[in-house]
């Protein structure tokens, strides 16, 4: 081999110490920036605690028991596991997208970034690993309430973290996705287009037989599985057609992550 040759391979062989590593710095930079600025993390978790609230003492009281696969349950605990998803899914949402594009556009960092022997898999890995993070905070925090609440009735509940957990890698691999094709701060309006008609029909606040012919609708949306997925954990229901919605999650999560790794590579190595 010549000299040449070396000298011509020497960026590729020092190309990324390990994908899993530039994420954790990724990750690490996150941290550092966020503990100065944690009321932002925090104020994201109190529209859904307002929910669950006004159901619990309120509206809840109006509709009764509602009859699930494991029997009649109060309302309120009916909700509740479903506005725990919908908190995994907006804090991994907002923080994938809002955030991403300010990164991404006008603070340049990813440009900084991958000057450094980082790879877009890395910053990809590592940005949905902290918006990731971020929706599990806020579910932790949110059985925490449900438990003092007195609307948690099993101790499978547990279960709903992990739940939570592919919920947020899912929102946040496509969230990061979708982000990269964003032109500017104007078509960040489709972001809660797109999510509260989710929150609002993926059967969480009745169940899908309730929609009839529409049932159809609700199953198209991706949070729908992640409900059904927290829901049976909190109430202790087990059946095969779990896996179908974890699956469901599974695959946004892989589209997600390969769309956002070559969108970050064509935006800032071409």
């Known amino acids: 081999m010549t000299v040449v040759d070396q000298a011509v391979m020497a960026p590729t062989l020092r190309a990324v110490p390990g994908t899993l590593r530039g994420a954790g710095r990724m990750v690490e930079r996150s941290i550092l920036v966020y503990r100065r600025t944690w009321l ?46 919908s908190s995994a899914m907006n804090g991994a949402v907002y923080d994938s997208t809002m955030n991403i ?39 932790v925090a949110f059985l925490v309430c449900m438990t003092a609440l007195g609307m948690v009735v099993t101790w499978w509940a547990l279960l709903a973290v992990p739940a939570c957990v592919l919920i947020g890698l899912a929102f ?18 489709f972001i809660p287009a797109a999510t509260l008609p ?44 779990l896996l179908g919605h974890a699956a469901v999650l599974v695959v946004m999560t892989v589209i997600g992550l390969r769309v956002a790794s070559r969108r970050i590579g064509e935006l800032l190595l071409t």
């Open 198 to 241: 989710m929150f609002v029909l993926s059967a969480t606040f009745y169940p899908v037989s309730s929609y009839g012919d529409l049932a159809w609708v609700a199953q198209l949306s991706p949070l729908y599985h992640g409900v059904s997925l927290v829901r049976a954990a909190c109430l202790g229901e087990a059946s095969w057609g």
């Open 40 to 85: 932002i993390i925090v104020s994201g978790f109190f529209e859904p605690l307002f929910y669950l609230l006004s159901i619990r003492i309120g509206f809840g009281a109006l509709v009764g028991d509602i009859e699930t696969a494991a029997g009649p349950v109060d309302y309120a605990v009916f909700v509740a596991p479903a506005l725990m998803a």
């Open 101 to 139: 594009f300010f990164k991404l556009k006008h603070a340049r960092l990813y440009e900084t970034v991958l000057a450094t022997p980082l790879g877009p898999s890395a910053v990809a890995v590592g940005e949905i690993s902290w918006a990731l993070m971020r929706g599990v905070m806020y579910s």
């Open 172 to 189: 946040a691999s496509v969230g990061m996705a979708v982000t990269t094709f964003m032109r500017g701060w104007n078509d960040f309006e």
